[in-house]
């Protein structure tokens, strides 16, 4: 650390440079291409001031910008940027027309919103990824029957596919919120200047065209005062990450119970217990959640204490928890769809310990409901039966002499599908319900599941062809004032 460093500029201004440059400062240099070519195009500079600049910004493309170091001799990335802009062009900075009809303000929410962009595309990708890889366990695994649980006590039979069915729903509905906020993140609020835009006759539209936005903001006020498409950013992971957590949890469970196996380039060997092949990715995967959710709660936070105004609390100073939550993101999804591809049933329950559980009587009370008993009745009546033993143990004299204590009378048939629906947890892959853990309609949802993601997927895509062609439009156009 320099010497001659303020305390102001140790403390603060150089911590913030070395978060921000890396991200912020590739941005800058392609926001500020394109705006040399629209103050160009629209005659507020001349030709040989834009080539002049754009060579020199053409120059700091090839910038390593997490090499640069702050060195207190100017304020922040931005200011950096100017000053090798005006050394790779060969001028003084005061010779400098990038600034023109523009502030650090609309700068700042313009290149934050291209750098949101890029990541939210890599945690959309991964969460599509995470989707698919569920999907096909989930049609793989249709058929292997478990014990689901409420409240950590053994409910009803199901599927590892049905489980797994109903996460890949989560997920297609999150890679719909990431899909809407990259739509709202995708528009423009460059032209806005400090906040109420300029006499200066500049096309926003052009600007918003060469960098891939889709939109205009509509109040230039809002453009940089506004950080509602910041929280939701912040939001948007924790409640994704806080789901996938608690799939998580739930796989320690399979795990620990021999359910599935542990692959093992996710596991950790212990420095004292030979045999321990401990999965502790899973408990990353609650870590990562909750640092989400610290940062959701850090980004509400700055923003509740800002002004409605432009203020670094509720822009700046939120970056780079959403620089970082966005990676955490990618990795979060990345790790669990890696480990679930991996994920195959090692000794999922038997029958037996699915009907000692007591897991099955739902169904037993349910085949009486299908011969007409009464549903409290039905209900009442496994209730003692389940008190009494096991449902292995029941006979059809038990079940007829417990009926008629309660006043029911049941024919051979009730009675039959009773023991039946009691011992045989396997009949659940039967079921026909179009949402349940039926073989054919897990199947069925992993077909409805896999075209929301392709959806979603065509939404990606269709940004990812806008950002290219502006790209090349870029290109173009910084090549046609450069010249050879």
Not at 28 to 36: D, E, G, I, L, P
């Amino acid at each position: 650390m320099s010497p001659s460093l303020t305390v102001y500029q140790q403390h603060h201004l150089r911590v913030v440079f070395d978060h921000h440059v890396a991200p912020l400062y590739p941005a800058m240099v392609t926001a500020s291409k394109a705006h040399v070519v629209m103050l160009a195009e629209q005659g507020l500079i001349s030709d040989e001031a834009a080539a002049t600049m754009l060579r020199g910004l053409v120059a700091l493309t090839g910038d390593r910008p997490e090499e640069l170091e702050y060195d207190g001799s100017v304020e922040d990335v931005y200011y950096t940027l100017e000053k090798r802009l005006a050394a790779a062009a060969g001028i003084e900075v005061s010779q400098l027309s990038v600034q023109l009809a523009r502030s650090r303000n609309d700068l700042d929410a313009g290149v934050f919103r291209m750098v949101l962009r890029d990541q939210l595309l890599q945690v959309l990708d991964a969460l599509l990824a995470t989707g698919r890889t569920v999907l096909d366990r989930a049609d793989r695994h249709a058929d292997v029957v478990v014990t689901g649980y409420t409240h950590r006590r053994p409910a009803q039979p199901t599927s590892i596919g049905h489980v797994f069915a109903g996460y890949a729903e989560a997920l297609a509905g999150e890679a719909a919120a990431y899909a809407d906020l990259l739509d709202e993140m995708n528009r423009s609020p460059l032209g806005s200047c400090a906040f109420a835009g300029t006499d200066l006759d500049i096309s926003p539209r052009r600007l918003a065209d060469l960098l891939g936005f889709d939109q205009l903001i509509v109040n230039s006020y809002e453009a940089v005062a506004g950080a509602d498409h910041l929280v939701r950013v912040a939001t948007l992971n924790a409640q994704a990450l806080a789901t996938g957590a608690r799939l998580a949890r739930t796989l320690m469970d399979w795990l620990s119970w021999g359910w599935v196996v542990t692959p093992g380039e996710f596991t950790q060997g212990s420095s004292i217990m030979p045999q321990k092949r401990n999965p502790v990715v899973l408990e990353h995967l609650v870590s990562m959640a909750g640092a989400a959710a610290a940062d959701a709660a850090s980004v509400l936070n700055n923003v509740g204490a800002a002004w409605w105004e432009d203020s670094n609390n509720a822009t700046t100073d939120v970056q780079a928890r959403l620089w970082e939550g966005d990676d955490r993101a990618y990795r979060f999804f990345s790790l669990l769809g890696g480990l679930i591809e991996k994920l195959d049933p090692q000794r999922p329950p038997s029958g037996e310990e699915i009907v000692a559980s007591g897991a099955t009587t739902t169904a037993a009370a349910d085949a009486l409901a299908r011969h007409g008993v009464p549903f409290r009745g039905a209900h009442s009546l496994l209730g003692l039966l389940v008190r009494g033993g096991a449902p292995a143990t029941w006979t059809e004299e038990l079940v007829r002499s417990t009926a008629a204590d309660l006043g029911l009378t049941l024919d051979d048939a009730a009675v039959r599908d009773l023991l039946a629906a009691a011992v045989r947890p396997e009949l659940v892959l039967r079921r026909a319900q179009a949402d349940g853990p039926g073989e054919a309609a897990v199947r069925d949802q992993v077909g409805r599941l896999s075209t929301m993601l392709d959806a979603v997927q065509e939404r990606a895509q269709t940004l990812r062809e806008r950002l290219t062609r502006a790209d090349a439009a870029l290109a173009e156009a910084v090549a046609a004032r450069v010249g050879p």
